[in-house]
């Protein structure tokens, strides 16, 4: 298990960074707000949730223990380290956590607007564009912000995701949808939502490398 992903589930506010681990021991920042709120006594249990059918409860309880590999390791940041690039191809922390945002809300679009595009729409690609395709164009642009900017982005894409799953009923989650999926096969709602879920914590760990490689850490040994 990785230190820098999962021991602040434990305690809250005991991580210590990789990028920190040249200083003396000390607490993190609280955790931001988050949506919905972190309970460290409820985190672990993968389930159905009040305020949701059974299903999609449980979808939301994977989509919030996954973003907290994110948000609970990033959150003593600061914005040189946000902004930190490993190589001339890579990503920067800071891109990352504004990508999951876009990737967010275009499921959104996707699954709750019933959106079916074979380009980025107008407004999403002024907005998201370059938060989604990364790259030269995220390398570029995606600079210069504190940390708020990217929790809070991700934050209210949540906020968002939450208010329509509460809408919606099972049958909406996993009935198939007319468009056909990845290989030309059926896919449901489920899948977009649960790639949703797997897309955060591929990043998760491409950002647990890029803070083992910060100016100033020092590797503890866990894989990544």
Not at 170 to 189: Q, T
Request: proline fraction near 7%; include cysteine; glycine fraction near 8%.
């Amino acid at each position: 298990m990785s230190l820098s992903r999962r021991i602040f589930l434990a305690g809250g506010t005991c991580f210590v960074s990789a990028a920190q681990s040249t200083q003396a021991p000390s607490k993190m920042p609280p955790l931001p707000r988050l949506a919905p709120p972190y309970d460290k006594n409820t985190i672990n249990m993968i389930g159905p949730r009040a305020g949701y059918a059974p299903q999609i409860g449980t979808l939301v309880t994977m989509l919030t223990w996954m973003e907290l590999a994110v948000i609970g390791p990033t959150r003593g940041l600061t914005q040189p380290q946000l902004d930190f690039l490993l190589d001339k191809n890579a990503n920067t922390i800071g891109a990352l956590m504004l990508h999951l945002a876009a990737t967010e809300v275009l499921y959104q679009r996707i699954t709750f607007n019933n959106e079916n595009f074979e380009k980025f729409p107008a407004d999403y690609q002024a907005k998201w564009g370059a938060a989604m395709n990364l790259g030269d164009a995220g390398r570029a642009s995606i600079k210069g912000h504190d940390l708020a900017y990217y929790q809070d982005a991700m934050r209210e894409a949540r906020e968002k995701t939450l208010a329509e799953f509460a809408k919606r009923d099972d049958a909406w989650l996993l009935n198939p949808l007319k468009e056909p999926g990845w290989g030309g096969g059926p896919v449901n709602n489920y899948c977009l939502w649960f790639h949703v879920c797997e897309h955060i914590s591929h990043h998760a760990g491409q950002i647990d490398l890029i803070m083992k490689r910060l100016p100033g850490s020092k590797p503890d040994g866990s894989a990544g």
